[in-house]
């Protein structure tokens, strides 16, 4: 109840998908035994004139159920959203860089880890600073990776535009700028890492 009335649960519902399979196990636990014994006569035949109501809704929640998941299963499978973005940076030679939250995981996933792309957020002055959500430090030590790279997404849901003009305050102008799809891929000739900003306090 809490979660729902959070912006999280606007955001991204998948975060609350587990709620429905338990959810349905907490209300068998508690409703069956009630509806289906009870402990005096009355209400065992209240029980019995619930049943075949009961039985017959469920069986038609659960016959569509059936139907919206055989429905889903004969779709064609649709390719990730970062797939494109990875197969490019993995065909160009590039192996870690820098990204916002959302294009970060997905596109080391969508590459197979063959390109690791760690999350950034926007520091004091607009510039660049290393992610605090969900990430290692190790990530960001220049001592153990090369990061050379940004990807700006330019539009849709999650865009970082904001990325670009900080990345151009903290790094500079970029040696190479191409375009793949929503995306913009910023590369420099040196270590980014060295440059990052750090978090207020």
Known sequence: AAFL?????????????????????????LLGPRLLAGKTAARQTAGKALRVPLRTALAVVAAGYLAALGYGAAQPAVPAMSEPLATWLVAHGYSHGLAGYWQAGSTTLDAGARVSVSSVG?????????????????QYDPSRQYADFVVVKNSGTYSTRWLRGAAERTFGPPRQTYVVGPYTIMSWHANLLTRLGRHRG
């Open 5 to 29: 009335l959070t912006a999280q649960a606007l955001a991204a519902t998948r975060e609350i998908a587990a709620v429905l399979p338990l959810g349905a196990v907490l209300a068998g636990r």
């Open 122 to 138: 926007r520091g004091p002055g607009g510039r660049v600073v290393p992610g605090h959500w969900e990430t290692s430090t190790l």
